[in-house]
């Protein structure tokens, strides 16, 4: 939608932009990088792709059937 497009122009033109979100679809469609956070700490750093194949984020956050 809209925001994506945002954050999109935004990120082409060099800008950096934070999101908190509990979309995770939505979110890491549109991310360089993502923080996955648990209970006030990091849980996971990285690419979306990494955060997708990280075990803890899928056993926390995602489940064994979720895909972009």
Not at 17 to 28: F, G, K, S
Not at 29 to 58: F, H, K
Request: net charge negative; aromatic share 4%; hydrophobic share 35%.
């Amino acid at each position: 939608g809209e925001i994506q497009r945002i954050v999109r122009h935004l990120t082409e033109r060099g800008i950096g932009v934070l999101i908190t979100d509990h979309n995770v679809r939505e979110t890491l469609g549109i991310c360089d990088r993502a923080y996955i956070l648990n209970e006030g700490t990091v849980l996971a750093q990285g690419s979306p792709e990494s955060i997708l194949a990280n075990p803890d984020v899928r056993r926390v956050y995602l489940g064994d059937t979720f895909r972009l």
